[in-house]
C-alpha cells in the first residue's frame, strides 16, 4: 500500500499549521493518497515503509530539516519569504522519495508548500526529481476590498495566503461608527451604507479579522479617509480646515486604532479627481499630511503607513511628493492610468519619484466590488455558494484571453514593473467579495505576476496549465 508521511516541525507554529493542512488536502484529492502527519520523533519508526516523505518547516522548527540540511540534501534559502524546494532520494527516506519544503522564514514555509501544490503536485503524479528556490520580486503583494465585501473573512484570507499575497487593505471608514461614541470623529456614512443592524461587537470583529490574518502571514492595513470623505473633505492650505480634520484623524488613531493594536494604516485624502492644471494638488498636501504622519509614527514607530494618492489629482505636480514623510509608502491609484500605453512613461516617472528605499506599490483592479463598508461576516457555505455562482459570469468579457481589455492593461504594468530598476516596489489588487467564495482566476494571474513580473503573460499562464483543479476551479474553463 503506498503510504505518504507529512513530517512536522516540533516548533511549528500557525503558518506550517496552514500549509500542512493545505498539503494533505491537495495531495488526497490528486494522488488519492490520505497523508499521516507525524513528529521527527515518531517518524524514526515507520521511516523505510513510506513511499514518500514531505518534510517541511525551517531548521529551526524541524530537527528533520535541520538533519536533511546538515547531510547537504539542499541549500538554506535565505531571501526574505523564500523557499527552498527539493524532490530525490535522501537519509530520511532510502527506499522512496524525499520532499523538502523550507523557508528562510514562516511564510516561506507557507508559500513553498503552495508553489508545491500548484505547480508541481500533478493527479496521480509527483515529480521524481526537483531542487528549485524562489523568492519574491515584490515585496508588497497585497489586495484592496470595501469592508463590508468580506462576506466570510477567513476563507477570503485563506485564498489570499494560497497566493502569496501578504498585505489586504480593508477600506473601513464608517465600520466603526457605533463603536465609538465620539461623534466628531467619524466623517459620517456615504455611498448609501446605514448601521442600524450593525453588530455592537465591531471592534472584535475587526480583532478578529486581524489575528486570522497574521496567521496567513497577511498584515492588514485598516483604511480610513484623511478630509475626503462626507461632507468632510479637507481644503489644503486653509488652516482651520487642515486643523480640524487633523485633529479628527489623530483623535480616531487614539480611541480606535490603537487600542486595536493595528500593525498597518492606509489612508486616502482628498486627490480622488481628475485636475486641470490650476487645481492640480501638490506641496500644500504634503504639508497637511506631514504632521499628522509624524504625531502617530512619534509614538508607534513600527507602524506601516500606506498614503493611498490618486495620480489623477496632481498630474505634473507629482515631484512634490518627493518631501511627503519617507516613512509612509504611496500607493499610487487611478484606473485611466494603466488604460493607456501614452500614460506608461508618467508611470515609471511615478515607480522612481521617491528613491528605492520607498514600498511604492500601485493599484490595478481585478474585480468589480460593491462599495460597502459595514462589518465583515462569517457567512456559512450555501451563502458562498451563492456568490460564487453570480460571480462566474462577472467580467468574462474583460478576460476573455489575450484580447481581453484587463488582459492588456496588465501586461503593460507588469512589462514596466519588470523593467524598473526600483528593487523594492508592489501590487495592490482591487478585490471583490467573490473571492470570499472562489480563488478568481484573474486574481490569481495577477498575484503570480506580483510574485515575480519578469516572467512572461506564457509562463504564467503555463504555470496555471500544470494543474487541473486548483481549490475547486477548473483552470482549463478558465475565463481568461
Same mark, same amino acid.
Given at each position: 500500500m503506498r503510504r505518504v508521511i507529512i513530517v512536522c516541525g516540533?516548533?511549528?507554529?500557525?503558518?506550517?499549521?496552514?500549509?500542512?493542512?493545505?498539503?494533505?488536502?491537495?495531495?488526497?484529492?490528486?494522488? /488519492?493518497?490520505?497523508?499521516?502527519?507525524?513528529?521527527?520523533?515518531?517518524? $524514526?519508526?515507520?521511516?523505510?515503509?513510506?513511499?514518500?516523505? =514531505?518534510?517541511? #518547516?525551517?531548521?529551526?522548527?524541524?530537527?528533520?530539516?535541520?538533519?536533511? /540540511? +546538515?547531510s547537504s540534501f539542499f541549500e538554506l534559502e535565505k531571501r526574505e519569504e523564500g523557499y527552498a524546494l527539493?524532490?530525490?532520494?535522501?537519509?530520511?527516506?532510502?527506499? #522512496?522519495?524525499? =520532499?523538502?519544503?523550507?523557508?528562510?522564514?514562516?511564510?516561506?514555509?507557507?508559500?513553498?508548500?503552495?508553489?508545491?501544490?500548484? +505547480?508541481?503536485?500533478?493527479?496521480?503524479?509527483?515529480?521524481?526529481?526537483?531542487?528549485?528556490?524562489?523568492?519574491?520580486?515584490?515585496?508588497?503583494?497585497?489586495?484592496?476590498?470595501?469592508?463590508?465585501?468580506?462576506?466570510?473573512?477567513?476563507?477570503?484570507?485563506?485564498?489570499?495566503?494560497?497566493?502569496?499575497?501578504?498585505?489586504?487593505?480593508?477600506?473601513?471608514?464608517?465600520t466603526f461608527k457605533?463603536?465609538?461614541?465620539?461623534?466628531?470623529?467619524?466623517?459620517?456614512?456615504?455611498?448609501?451604507?446605514?448601521?442600524?443592524?450593525e453588530e455592537d461587537n465591531q471592534l472584535e470583529i475587526f480583532r478578529a479579522v486581524q489575528d486570522?490574518?497574521?496567521?496567513?502571514?497577511?498584515?492588514?492595513?485598516? $483604511?480610513?479617509?484623511?478630509?475626503w470623505t462626507g461632507d468632510t473633505f479637507v481644503v489644503f492650505g486653509d488652516k482651520k480646515s487642515e486643523k480640524d480634520i487633523r485633529e479628527r484623524i489623530l483623535k480616531r488613531f487614539e480611541l480606535l486604532?490603537?487600542?486595536?493594536?493595528?500593525?498597518?494604516?492606509y489612508f486616502q485624502t482628498n486627490t480622488e479627481f481628475d485636475a486641470t492644471p490650476d487645481v492640480a494638488?501638490?506641496?500644500?498636501?504634503?504639508?497637511?499630511?506631514?504632521?499628522?504622519?509624524e504625531e502617530i509614527l512619534s509614538q508607534n514607530p513600527n507602524l506601516f503607513?500606506?498614503?493611498?494618492? +490618486?495620480?489623477?489629482?496632481?498630474?505634473?505636480?507629482?515631484?512634490?511628493f518627493v518631501s511627503l514623510d519617507k516613512r509612509s509608502n504611496v500607493l499610487w491609484e487611478g484606473w485611466k492610468f494603466y488604460e493607456q500605453p501614452f500614460y506608461y512613461p508618467f508611470f515609471r516617472k511615478l515607480m522612481n519619484l521617491r528613491g528605492e528605499d520607498e514600498n511604492v506599490a500601485f493599484m490595478v483592479r481585478v474585480a468589480g466590488a460593491d462599495m460597502d463598508c459595514r462589518s465583515p461576516k462569517l457567512c456559512d457555505k450555501a451563502e458562498l455558494d451563492r456568490i460564487a455562482e453570480n460571480a462566474q459570469v462577472q467580467d468574462q468579457a474583460l478576460w476573455s484571453g489575450?484580447?481581453?481589455?484587463?488582459?492588456?492593461?496588465?501586461? #503593460?504594468?507588469?512589462? =514596466?514593473l519588470s523593467k524598473s530598476t526600483i528593487p523594492s516596489k508592489g501590487l495592490f489588487l482591487r478585490m471583490g467579495h467573490e473571492w470570499s467564495a472562489r480563488q478568481y482566476v484573474p486574481t490569481i494571474l495577477a498575484a503570480e505576476m506580483a510574485w515575480n513580473p519578469e516572467r512572461s503573460d506564457e509562463e504564467i499562464t503555463s504555470l496555471l496549465e500544470r494543474v487541473e483543479k486548483a481549490w475547486g476551479i477548473e483552470i482549463g474553463e478558465r475565463t481568461g
Open positions: 516540533e516548533r511549528k507554529n500557525n503558518m506550517e499549521d496552514f500549509a500542512i493542512e493545505q498539503l494533505c488536502t491537495a495531495i488526497e484529492e490528486t494522488i /488519492l493518497i490520505k497523508p499521516e502527519v507525524m513528529y521527527p520523533s515518531e517518524f $524514526g519508526e515507520v521511516r523505510d515503509k513510506c513511499d514518500i516523505v =514531505i518534510a517541511i #518547516g525551517r531548521p529551526e522548527t524541524n530537527s528533520s530539516v535541520n538533519s536533511l /540540511l +546538515h527539493k524532490i530525490g532520494k535522501s537519509e530520511l527516506n532510502t527506499e #522512496g522519495r524525499t =520532499i523538502l519544503v523550507s523557508g528562510a522564514d514562516d511564510k516561506g514555509t507557507l508559500y513553498g508548500a503552495m508553489d508545491f501544490i500548484h +505547480h508541481y503536485l500533478q493527479k496521480e503524479q509527483v515529480p521524481e526529481e526537483l531542487e528549485w528556490s524562489d523568492a519574491p520580486k515584490l515585496n508588497l503583494r497585497g489586495g484592496w476590498i470595501w469592508c463590508g465585501n468580506l462576506r466570510n473573512y477567513k476563507t477570503f484570507l485563506d485564498n489570499m495566503a494560497r497566493w502569496k499575497l501578504n498585505n489586504l487593505v480593508v477600506w473601513s471608514n464608517d457605533r463603536t465609538c461614541s465620539v461623534e466628531s470623529v467619524w466623517d459620517g456614512a456615504w455611498y448609501g451604507n446605514t448601521f442600524e443592524d486570522h490574518a497574521k496567521k496567513r502571514g497577511i498584515r492588514i492595513l485598516w $483604511g480610513s479617509s484623511w478630509g486604532w490603537e487600542p486595536l493594536g493595528v500593525e498597518g494604516l494638488v501638490g506641496k500644500e498636501c504634503v504639508e497637511f499630511l506631514n504632521p499628522i504622519i503607513i500606506s498614503a493611498g494618492i +490618486h495620480y489623477g489629482g496632481i498630474k505634473g505636480r507629482a515631484p512634490e489575450k484580447e481581453g481589455r484587463h488582459f492588456k492593461r496588465m501586461s #503593460g504594468i507588469f512589462s =514596466i
